[in-house]
């Protein structure tokens, strides 16, 4: 994969910047983590931009690369990298949903055992329903979204599952409030820390999914032609002028 660097080499690397153009890598590494890659294929893409920048400030070169042109700069870098497939955009929905799970159970847990202290603490009736439905419906409809390889019919996968994720939030708040007495259970602190677990489990695999479909996409990658990162807009042009302009400065003094 080349230049490859985990996040926190790339951030390091980032402070060698000048404090101007470390606030505009800040910006470019927020749209290039928001982008519809891998994380792995995020940090290649940063890894090669702080090289080259690097490189351009020690030249005392200019980026060329201003606020306002961040986004086209991106998306100049971004050609050629192949978009996360289904299975990775469900595998890191459902271990975002399981992180939420876990946070919202601890908190529970917490409570639960403060009742042991204060009699006034009341275990609480909770539906397992509407998050079903959230989950069935959500994953299915983001699988829908980024699943379907053929042309004619991408545009009506892509709107029945943006329909399917519209419908889990629809139903998800439906079955709050009408639908809340199934699939109930009772949150005492037995409870409370046994679904803690549970959901703790589940983010572990769901994150442990995550890594090996990206492991998997990196050896189907690996087995065709390798992602070639296109070069700064400018710099490589701005490098080819001041290279030509001290070859002529040599020949006059010459």
Known sequence: MGNMLRANDIR??????SEENQLLFEEVSHYIYSAPISSRQANQVLAE??????ELEQRRLPLHVQKHSVAA????????????PAKLKVAQALA???LILVVAFAVQTI?????????????????????????????????MVHGTKQKKRANIWKVAGVASQLLAVLLFFTAMRLWDGLLTVILDFPSSLLFLVLSVVGWFGARRLKYVLEEQQEQTQGGQMPVTLPPPPHATATLKNTQEEAEKQNNNNS
């Open 12 to 17: 390091t690397k980032a402070e060698k910047l």
């Open 111 to 143: 409570v639960q055992f403060i009742g042991f202290f204060d009699a006034t603490v009341q275990a609480t009736k909770f539906s397992l329903f509407p998050l079903v439905l959230l989950a069935v419906f959500g994953l299915a409809g983001i699988y």
């Open 73 to 84: 700069y991106c998306q100049q870098r971004l050609l050629g990298i192949p978009k996360q």
């Open 49 to 54: 931009i702080i090289a080259e920048w690097l």
């Open 96 to 98: 975002t949903g399981m």
